[in-house]
C-alpha cells in the first residue's frame, strides 16, 4: 500500500487515525499544506487528488491507497513556478501566506471544474459551458477563507492565470 | 513595593508630567521630525514604486515555516483540557486513563506542574506582554469557562488528543458573573488605558446638548469578535541545557522572550524567541497560557514540545475585542456647527486583565466641538481576558460616532461630507495640539468624486432593482499615528569581493503587513543601495531592541530605528575614512548616502563609496546598533491617520439580506511607501469591517460563560462571494514630522467601515441598525 505524493511513492501512516492532512505534515514533513480549523471549515489544507480538490484534513491517509496527491510543494515544475504561483505574487493575492497553498491548490482544482462544465450556485444556465466569470470564482472560491482580506488579489491572479489561458 | 520604587516611580512620573508640559512647547526643531526626513524629498526612488513581497516565492511554494512547522529530535505533541465552569476550583482529576492510553508522555496538571511565576500582565512593565496577571497551571482555581487546566503529552497528536479526550474533572462552582446586567450591576468602574482614564471633558457638553436646536442621542452596541487568523496559535519549544528555545508565531517577539523568561527566573538572555512568519494575528498573536503550558510541560518531561491550538482552543485560551455599548449624543444649530458631542459608554473586561476597550479615543480628535464628553466605564466579567483586536477601541467607537453623524446629518436635511467638513477641527479639539498632518477633506473631495456621491439619493428607500432596494452612505476613519520606544536596528555593511552588502536587523513582526519588504525598501533608499544588495532579518529575540507590530506603529519605529543606525552608520564610516577621504574633515550631519557611497549633501559630488572607504581602512565589515529617539513628536503634535470610506449595499425587501456591491476608501496616511502592499492592508482592514458590520460575532453563553461558536463554520468571516472589488485611493501627502513621511497603515483601513455600511443600509432601506453586526432578522 502506498501514496503517491508530488510524484514520489510513500508509505501510509501506521496509525488510520492520521488524517492526510496530518500525514502529509507530521509523516512527510511537507508543511506547505496548512491546518487552519480541523474540521473543513476553511480550506486552508486543500490538496489535488487525481486532480480533484480535496480538504485533506477530512480526509483519512489510508483511503488514498494508490492515488496521486499533488500538494503546493508539488506545483513548480523545473524551479519554475506554477503560473498561478506567479501570478498571486504579481497581484498580492496574500499578505500573510497561511491560506495561500490552500488557495492556490483550490483554484487549480477549481479551473478544472469549470473546464469540465461543472455548473455552480451562480451559474445562470446550466446547460452552457460554465464560464469562469468574477462571480463564478468568488462563488467557486468561498470555501477558501483568507482572513488578511486578500480576496481582490486571489481572484485577480485567477483570472489572469486562467481566464487569459482559456482565451489564448 | 519598596520605598526605593516609589520613589523612582514618581520620580518618572514628574519627568513624565514636565515632559507633557514643556515638549508642546519646545521649538519643532528640537523634536524628532521636527526637521523632515530627507527620505520625503526623494521622489524617485523606491518609494512609491510597487514592489512584489520578497517573501512571495517562499509564501506561494509553502516554503516559508510557520512555529507549528520546525521540528525537534524526540518531540512530543501537546494536546489541552478546557474548564466548563466559568468560576471555580478543579475538585478532581481523574487522570488513570490519560496517563495509560497508548504514547502518552506526561499528562500535566496544576498538581505536578512545575513552579512558575505568574506572567506580568501587558502594560504593567515595557516588556510585560503577559495576557492577565493569574498563575497558570500553578493551583486548583478555574478563572473562566474554557481555562487550559490538563496538558497531555504524547508521542504523536493523535494519542494525545485522544488521551485528552479520556480524562475527567469535577469541579466547586463558585458564583461568577456572565450576563452583561449582572456586570452593570456589580458596578462599573472608570477605564484606564496604560494608566490613563478614558475620561475627557471640555466646556459642559449636557447644557450645550439641552439647548442647541438640533440633537441626535442614541445607544449603538457591538459585540464580541475574534481575529480568527487563519494559522492556530501554536509553539514549538525545546529546552537546550538552560536555554529555552521557542519556535512561535508573535507579533512582539522580545517582550514575549522577557515575559516568559521571568516566568521560569531566566535572563533575559536564556529565552530565545523566533517568528520568522505569522499566519495573521491582528492582535491575537501575542503571549497566551499555551506558550508557558507547553514550556513548563516540556520541562517536566524533558523533551521537545509542539503545541497547536485547535481552532475550538484559539476560541478558549485567545481573548477577543469585547463587547461594547455606546452613547453618542450631538447637539448642533440649523447649518451644521457642533456645539456638544457626547461619547460614553462601557464595555466589559475581567478583573485580571488590562484592556479596556477604549472606543472614545477615535472621537477626541474627530470633530470641532466647544463641549466635549468622552468616557469609558468598564464592567468586570468572569470570562477570557479580552485583547486588542485591529484597532481596539476605534473599529466599534467610529461604529457608533459615525452612525450618529449620519443620523445628525438626516436630522438637519445635509449631506453627510458636508457635515462632516464643516466640523473640521483646526488643531486638536481635546489635546489643543496643531495637527502633524491633516489632509481629510482632500480625501473625502477625492474619494466623492471617484465614487460617484452625486449619484446617491438623499432620501432613504427611494433606489430599487428588482426586490434589491440600493443605497449608499460614507463615514470617516481614523487612527493614531503611533511611534513606541525601545526599537533599534543594527546595520552591517561587508564588503565581498568588491561589492557591499547591508544587512538590516530589526526585532520587528511580519505577518503580512509587508514589514520585511518595506524595511528593505527603506534601508535600500537610506543607505543608496540596490533592494538585492540589502537582507532584513526580523522575528528573533536574539536581535537587539524590541519592537510590536503593535498600534500601527511598527513602520515608524523600524523607521526612526534605522534612520539612528544610519546616522551612526555615517558617523562610524567618516572616522574609518579618515583624512585622505573627499569626506574628511565633514561632520556626520553634513553627510548622506547616495549611490552606495557616502556624500556631501549639499555638494553630491564630494563623495567616497563604501567599498574605498572599507578597503582603504582595510576593512571587510562595518556595524552599528543604534536605538531610535524618543518619540517625543507624540507629545508635540497631535498626529492622526484619516479616510473617507463609501459603501453601496444592496437590501434584499424579501428576506432582508445585505451585499456590499460596491466600496471605495479614500485614505489620507501620510507617504505610502509600497503601493502594492499598502493597497492589501487597507483592504484587508476594510474586509474585516465588512465582516464586523455584517456577520462577525462572538457568541457568548451568559448562562455558563462559553463561547457556543468557537469554529470558522459557525463565527462567520467574508469569504470571496461577499467581497466586492475595492477601491482604494490615498492622498499620499507625506506627514512631514514622521520618518519617510509615512504612517502606520495595518489599523486605519477598518475603522469607520461597519459606520459606513450601516449608513448605506439607512439609506437603502429608511431602517437603521444600531446594534451589530447587520443580520438579516433586523431588517425584516
Known sequence: MSLIVNGTSVAPPDDPRVSLLDHLREGLHLTGTKKGCNQGACGACTVLVDGERILSCLALAVQYDGRHITTVEGLAQDDALHPLQAAFIEHDGFQCGYCTPGQICSAIGMAAEVERGVPSHVTADLRADAALTREEIQERMSGNLCRCGAHNGIVAAIQATFVVEAQA | ?780
Not at chain 2, 490519560?98 to 506580568?120: S, W
Not at chain 2, 450645550?208 to 469578535?225: C, G, Q
Not at chain 2, 561587508?494 to 503587513?513: P, S
Not at chain 2, 501620510?670 to 474585516?688: D, E, V
Open chain 2, 1 to 780: 513595593m519598596s520605598i526605593l520604587d516609589t520613589a523612582k516611580e514618581t520620580a518618572q512620573g514628574l519627568m513624565q508630567g514636565a515632559l507633557e508640559k514643556l515638549v508642546p512647547l519646545a521649538p519643532d526643531s528640537w523634536i524628532p521630525g521636527g526637521v523632515p526626513d530627507p527620505l520625503i524629498a526623494r521622489k524617485h526612488g523606491l518609494i512609491g514604486s510597487p514592489v512584489s513581497r520578497l517573501d512571495g516565492a517562499f509564501k506561494v511554494q509553502g516554503q516559508a515555516p510557520f512555529a507549528a512547522e520546525f521540528r525537534f529530535d524526540r518531540m512530543t505533541y501537546a494536546a489541552l483540557a478546557y474548564a466548563t465552569v466559568a468560576r471555580g476550583r478543579v475538585a478532581s482529576i481523574d487522570s488513570a486513563a490519560a496517563e495509560g492510553a497508548p504514547g502518552v508522555v506526561l499528562v500535566m496538571t496544576h498538581r505536578n506542574a512545575p513552579r512558575m511565576n505568574t506572567p506580568a500582565v501587558f502594560g504593567s512593565s515595557p516588556s510585560a506582554v503577559g495576557p492577565s496577571d493569574l498563575p497558570i497551571f500553578q493551583d486548583d482555581r478555574v478563572h473562566w469557562n474554557g481555562q487550559p487546566i490538563a496538558c497531555v503529552l504524547a508521542e504523536t497528536q493523535e494519542q494525545a488528543d485522544h488521551a485528552a479526550s479520556l480524562l475527567a474533572f469535577t469541579y466547586d462552582e463558585e458564583p461568577s458573573t456572565t450576563t452583561l446586567e449582572g456586570a452593570r450591576a456589580a458596578g462599573t468602574e472608570q477605564g484606564v488605558m496604560m494608566g490613563r482614564p478614558l475620561l475627557n471633558k471640555i466646556g459642559d457638553a449636557d447644557a450645550a446638548l439641552a439647548a442647541a436646536p438640533h440633537s441626535v442621542d442614541h445607544l449603538y452596541r457591538t459585540p464580541r469578535h475574534n481575529h480568527n487568523a487563519i494559522e492556530p496559535h501554536a509553539a514549538t519549544i525545546a529546552w537546550v541545557d538552560d536555554q529555552l528555545h521557542i519556535h512561535d508565531a508573535s507579533q512582539m517577539v522580545t517582550q514575549q522572550a522577557q515575559t516568559v523568561a521571568e516566568v521560569f527566573d531566566l535572563k533575559p538572555d536564556q529565552v530565545r524567541l523566533t517568528s520568522p512568519y505569522v499566519g495573521g494575528g491582528f492582535g491575537s498573536k501575542g503571549l497566551w497560557d499555551h506558550q508557558i503550558i507547553g514550556a513548563a510541560a516540556a520541562k517536566l518531561c524533558g523533551r521537545p514540545v509542539r503545541i497547536t491550538l485547535s481552532r475550538e482552543g484559539v476560541y478558549r485560551v485567545v481573548g477577543g475585542r469585547t463587547l461594547t455599548e455606546q452613547r453618542v449624543a450631538i447637539g448642533a444649530q440649523a447649518d451644521g456647527a457642533i456645539d456638544a458631542l457626547i461619547h460614553t459608554g462601557m464595555a466589559v473586561m475581567t478583573p485580571h486583565n488590562s484592556m479596556p476597550e477604549p472606543f472614545t479615543l477615535g472621537t477626541q480628535s474627530a470633530y470641532a466641538s466647544p463641549n466635549i464628553t468622552l468616557q469609558v466605564k468598564m464592567a468586570k466579567m468572569n470570562m477570557l481576558a479580552n485583547t486588542f483586536m485591529r484597532a481596539p477601541g476605534e473599529a466599534v467607537g467610529t461604529f457608533a460616532l459615525e452612525s450618529a453623524i449620519d443620523e445628525l446629518a438626516v436630522e438637519l436635511g445635509m449631506d453627510p461630507i458636508d457635515l462632516r467638513l464643516r466640523n473640521e477641527p483646526d488643531r486638536d479639539p481635546v489635546s489643543g495640539l496643531p495637527f502633524s498632518s491633516r489632509n481629510i477633506a482632500e480625501a473625502w473631495r477625492r474619494g466623492a468624486e471617484a465614487f460617484g456621491w452625486n449619484e446617491r439619493s438623499a432620501t432613504p428607500g427611494t433606489r430599487r432593482d428588482g426586490e434589491w432596494q440600493v443605497g449608499m452612505g460614507c463615514a470617516t476613519g481614523t487612527y493614531p499615528y503611533y511611534r513606541m520606544p525601545g526599537a533599534e536596528a543594527r546595520i552591517t555593511l561587508t564588503l565581498q569581493d568588491g561589492a557591499i552588502h547591508a544587512k538590516v536587523e530589526i526585532a520587528a513582526a511580519e505577518m503580512g503587513m509587508g514589514t520585511s519588504t518595506t524595511t528593505a525598501i527603506v534601508a535600500a533608499e537610506r543607505l543608496g543601495l540596490p533592494i538585492e544588495q540589502v537582507e532584513v532579518a526580523y522575528g528573533d529575540s536574539a536581535i537587539p531592541g524590541a519592537i510590536m507590530a503593535g498600534g500601527s506603529q511598527q513602520t515608524a519605529a523600524i523607521g526612526g530605528a534605522v534612520i539612528a543606525a544610519h546616522n551612526a552608520l555615517v558617523a562610524e564610516l567618516l572616522k574609518l575614512a579618515g583624512n585622505d577621504s573627499p569626506l574628511a574633515g565633514l561632520s556626520p550631519d553634513e553627510v548622506g548616502s547616495e549611490g552606495a557611497a557616502l556624500c556631501k549633501l549639499d555638494d553630491p559630488g564630494r563623495r567616497e563609496s563604501y567599498a574605498s572607504i572599507l578597503g582603504r581602512a582595510q576593512r571587510d565589515q562595518v556595524s552599528v546598533t543604534q536605538a531610535g529617539s524618543p518619540p517625543l513628536e507624540l507629545m508635540h503634535w497631535s498626529m492622526h491617520s484619516h479616510s473617507a470610506l463609501f459603501c453601496e449595499v444592496r437590501v434584499n425587501a424579501v428576506t432582508g439580506e445585505t451585499r456590499v456591491g460596491r466600496f471605495l476608501g479614500a485614505f489620507d496616511c501620510g507617504r505610502i511607501l509600497n503601493p502594492k502592499t499598502a493597497r492589501s492592508q487597507f483592504r484587508g482592514g476594510i474586509i474585516m469591517g465588512l465582516g464586523m458590520a455584517l456577520m462577525e460575532e462572538t457568541q457568548f453563553d451568559e448562562r455558563n460563560g462559553r463561547i457556543m461558536n468557537p469554529s470558522l463554520a459557525e463565527y462567520h468571516v467574508p469569504v470571496h462571494l461577499d467581497v466586492p472589488e475595492i477601491d482604494v485611493i490615498w492622498t499620499d501627502i507625506p506627514d512631514p514630522h514622521t520618518p519617510m513621511g509615512a504612517h502606520g497603515i495595518g489599523e486605519i483601513g477598518i475603522t469607520g467601515v461597519a459606520a459606513a455600511v450601516a449608513n448605506a443600509v439607512y439609506n437603502a432601506t429608511g431602517r437603521r441598525v444600531r446594534d451589530l453586526p447587520i443580520t438579516l432578522d433586523k431588517l425584516i
